[in-house]
């Protein structure tokens, strides 16, 4: 291999890493906006699960959904300065949490929205989480 294909080939490792954490990050702030969309139509009145667990955390539905969906913003920030961002050997398998629950947001409001025949609160953001967290997962295998 040549000199020129060796920094190349050095090069790769940076920009995959680097677009393994952009995509991790990106999909966190999607989270977030997605949360406010959640909550500016009140999806604990409206849909039956985001009912049970948010009575879980509190008798107030309202409060219970803001403590869920702000601890698992800031889960997400801490996963991206952390374990993400200094690439601890648990990185991947952070990522495959929010790989997970971002497939099942994106797959799942849409569905929802279709089986109540209009809007529901979530489905605008839905579809940003189901590419991102694709992208992420595509990013994560070839890491």
């Not at 879980?56 to 801490?78: C, K, M, P, R």
């Not at 849409?110 to 839905?126: C, E, I």
Request: aromatic share 14%.
């Amino acid at each position: 291999m040549t000199s020129g294909g060796t920094a190349s080939a050095l090069r790769l490792v940076p920009e995959r890493k680097f677009r393994f954490q952009l995509a991790f990050g990106l999909l966190v702030l999607a989270q977030a906006a997605h949360s406010i969309e959640e909550y500016a139509g009140r999806l604990w009145e409206s849909f039956p699960p985001a009912r049970f667990l948010t009575g879980l955390i509190s008798t107030d539905l309202e409060q219970g959904f803001l403590i869920i969906n702000s601890t698992l913003v800031a889960f997400g920030i801490w996963c991206f300065f952390w374990p993400i961002r200094r690439d601890w050997s648990s990185a991947r398998s952070f990522a495959g949490f929010w790989i997970v629950i971002q497939v099942i947001n994106g797959v799942g409001h849409p569905l929802w929205s279709l089986r109540q025949g209009g809007y529901t609160p979530g489905v605008a953001t839905a579809p940003l989480l189901l590419l991102l967290a694709v992208y992420l997962a595509a990013q994560t295998v070839r890491r």
